[in-house]
Nanobody, 115 residues
Framework: VQLVESGGGLVQPGGSPKLSCVAS????????MSWYRQRPGKQRELLGS???????NYQDSVKGQFTMSGDDTKMTQFLEMPSLTPEDTAVYYC??????????WGQGTQVTVSS
């Protein structure tokens, strides 16, 4: 299964981009889709996860700030990021875990927060 992220780009401080992650095939069973980011010079960090049946979990670093949602019928997940600051500049990735051990990563989408 291929993943494609979109929605990144140059964002003004305070901007609110919405990233999308689309899977190339529909997963009939249980799956978990997670969002990560990698800031310059830092390790990739988990932001949170959503799953089939509506489970959502956020890491403390973004809880109350970012919002994840999805559409199971379209195998699409979204990451809404309001009020960004330059510290949110990063490559944002989605990851899909499915079929008891299979995993896919997207190629990432760059978000640059700058005036």
């Amino acid at each position: 299964v291929q993943l494609v992220e979109s929605g990144g780009g140059l964002v003004q401080p305070g901007g609110s981009p919405k990233l999308s992650c689309v899977a190339s095939a529909r997963i009939s069973g249980f799956y978990v889709m997670s969002w990560y980011r990698q800031r310059p010079g830092k390790q990739r960090e988990l932001l949170g996860s959503t799953s089939r049946f509506g489970y959502v979990n956020y890491q403390d670093s973004v809880k109350g700030q970012f919002t994840m949602s999805g559409d199971d019928t379209k195998m699409t997940q979204f990451l809404e990021m309001p009020s960004l600051t330059p510290e949110d500049t990063a490559v944002y990735y989605c990851r899909l875990n499915y079929d008891a051990g299979s995993e896919s990563w997207g190629q990432g989408t760059q978000v640059t927060v700058s005036s």
